[in-house]
């Protein structure tokens, strides 16, 4: 299973955009990048996923590299209701996700 | 509420025991997945279902545990003769297989073994 690296932990201030990085110098070709985040107490959250292009949603936006070795996360305008884990996975279409140890968003007022 | 839910949320038990844990997913989703995440980890990939049959299962998942989702809705997982290592988060979660790539989670159930 191909392997993300990511910072174990990042702070922001509130209403400051967020750029997470995440490294994935094995990625094979059927492999999407997905995010997911989690907050405390809760299941994982799905953010975005993407393939090749950039990719905007309502909740963030993915950046992805032209080589596909790494990809960023981008969170416009961080809230306090961002602090969370934040996982960078790649699967194959549909298939299991494989987490890392993600990276700690901590968001200051 | 439409999303995935989980029965129940916490169980305690003690070190021997059998314990069984249910999922429903979102209706009309046909994949089901099964996590196991332990205090300061992330999620570990144990099995997932497409409708009834299990295509996958990790070599997480020792011989003590087993599930089913025998008519493609709901699933259970059981741990026969629980270890303290079992202690731990079980998540559930739920796709479109193909047709869709997010996976919903549901609120998960925290096992702890005595």
């Known amino acids: 299973d191909a392997k993300t690296t990511q910072p174990n932990s990042m702070e922001s201030n509130e209403e400051e955009p967020v750029h997470l990085p995440c490294n994935h110098s094995t990625i094979s070709g059927t492999d999407y990048i997905h995010w997911y985040r989690q907050l405390p107490s809760q299941g994982p959250e799905y953010v975005i996923h993407g393939l090749t292009s950039n990719v905007n949603n309502r909740m963030a936006s993915l950046a992805i590299a032209e080589d596909r070795k790494s990809s960023t996360l981008i969170l416009h305008r961080a809230t306090l209701r961002d602090a969370a884990v934040y996982y960078c996975?790649?699967?194959?279409?549909?298939?299991?996700?494989?987490f890392g140890q993600g990276t700690e968003l901590s968001v200051k007022p | 509420d439409t999303g995935v839910s989980q029965d129940p949320r916490h169980k305690i038990t003690k070190r021997g025991q059998n314990v069984t844990f249910r999922c429903d997913p979102i209706s009309e989703h046909n994949r089901l997945y099964w996590y196991r995440q332990t205090l300061g980890q992330g999620p570990e990939f144990l099995t997932y279902f497409q409708n009834e049959a299990q295509l996958e299962k990790s070599r997480l998942l020792s011989d003590r545990f087993s599930a089913e989702r025998p008519k493609g809705s709901f699933s259970t997982l059981e741990i026969q003769r629980t270890e303290q290592g079992d202690s731990a988060m079980y998540l559930c979660a739920s796709s479109l297989g193909r047709k869709g790539l997010e996976q919903f989670f549901g609120p998960g159930t925290r096992l702890t073994v005595l």
């Open positions: 996975i790649l699967s194959w279409q549909g298939g299991k996700l494989i």
